[in-house]
């Protein structure tokens, strides 16, 4: 049995609770989601006095390391790793969202040692122009746009010679004709932004005037609201297009886990660290295993079922650096 139950006391937490979505319910750029409608979001229960306690519920990676790396000595570590917020600060433009030389390396020398991944809700070129490693797994658009490192896969295998794995490819073409009416609708609001993430559109008004934030989301949702095929969800200070379709971040680790090999063994334990709501979706299938290492990283109390939690981006930094250090000490031990 795996970490869930050496942290049994994890478990015990009230139950979420919902309530109507504003610009401070939700977290980062990275295009949060709840399984919701854009009105409800879920929100932190008043219970949750002071971040001190929620750690109590969501240990520190860095401070439980050694319990970690004790549960994972004998299994098969598979790492997934969310971008903004996480390998990189959350700032105000989205395109600048650079992560540093350190992470890069640091990054670069966990793929040496776990087959890695990184799910973002940036498109995948985005995300890999970010990232410039080509020995990881890169899932744009929450998971939409999966594509492996060279010689990741055996040559004999499928899905080696299929390219980029994209569940919602018959959406393009309409992706790309509400993305031109959606730069119509929002051209005359000064300080919106539209990214293209491919399968997702996001409309970020960070820089537009407060007096303009409802108009525009009116004038986005009016857009939205008469395609049945497509969804809008609200993150902050960020709008997004996504088509209707039943996938996510956690359906992305399920697939990687398979395309790896490993959807049926027994002796895999998938970590995954992310910072926004998008990423419960890839704690739930953990948390579904019973084994394997969710990972929120926040330095303010939210509720989450991630079992253990990292404060920030420098705190990420550290665990991947020791993690590296960890398997290849492990390593050489047994040469």
Not at 9 to 26: A, E, F, H, S, T
Not at 63 to 92: C, H, M, N, Q, R
Not at 131 to 147: E, F, T
């Amino acid at each position: 049995m795996g970490l869930q139950m050496s942290h049994s006391n994890m478990q015990k937490k009230v139950k979420p609770c919902y309530g109507p979505l504003n610009d401070d319910d939700v977290d980062d750029h990275d295009n949060n989601d709840n399984g919701t409608s854009g009105s409800l979001a879920l929100i932190n229960p008043p219970v949750v006095a002071s971040y001190d306690s929620w750690v109590m519920q969501h240990p520190s990676a860095l401070d439980t390391f050694d319990s970690i790396t004790k549960e994972a000595k004998w299994k098969k570590v598979v790492v997934f790793l969310d971008y903004d917020g996480t390998l990189s600060p959350i700032v105000e433009d989205p395109d600048k969202a650079f992560m540093s030389a350190e992470m890069r390396m640091a990054v670069r020398e966990v793929a040496k040692c776990f087959p890695t991944s990184i799910i973002s809700g940036r498109s995948r070129e985005k995300v890999k122009e970010f990232v410039q490693l080509s020995n990881v797994y890169y899932a744009g658009s929450h998971g939409m746009d999966i594509l492996a490192p060279p010689r990741a896969v055996k040559s004999s295998d499928k899905k080696a010679n299929e390219g980029a794995f994209q569940p919602a490819k018959l959406y393009l073409p309409a992706i790309q004709e509400i993305s031109v009416e959606l730069e119509d609708t929002i051209r005359d609001i000064q300080g919106a932004m539209l990214e293209d993430n491919k399968f997702c559109i996001s409309v970020h008004y960070r820089q537009v005037q407060p007096k303009d934030h409802e108009v525009l989301k009116q004038r986005v949702k009016s857009l939205v609201e008469n395609r049945p095929d497509f969804r809008l969800t609200e993150g902050k200070m960020v709008l997004e297009v996504r088509p209707s379709i039943e996938w996510n971040k956690g359906d992305a680790l399920n697939y990687l886990l398979d395309t790896l090999g490993f959807s049926n063994s027994k002796d895999v334990l998938p970590l995954y660290i992310g910072d926004d709501r998008t990423d419960e979706d890839a704690f739930k299938v953990i948390a579904g295993r019973h084994e394997g290492f969710p990972i929120i990283v926040s330095s303010i109390p939210k509720d989450t079922i991630a079992w253990y939690s990292l404060r920030d981006t420098s705190e990420v930094l550290a665990f991947l650096l020791r993690l590296a250090k960890w398997k290849k000490s492990e390593t050489s031990f047994f040469k």
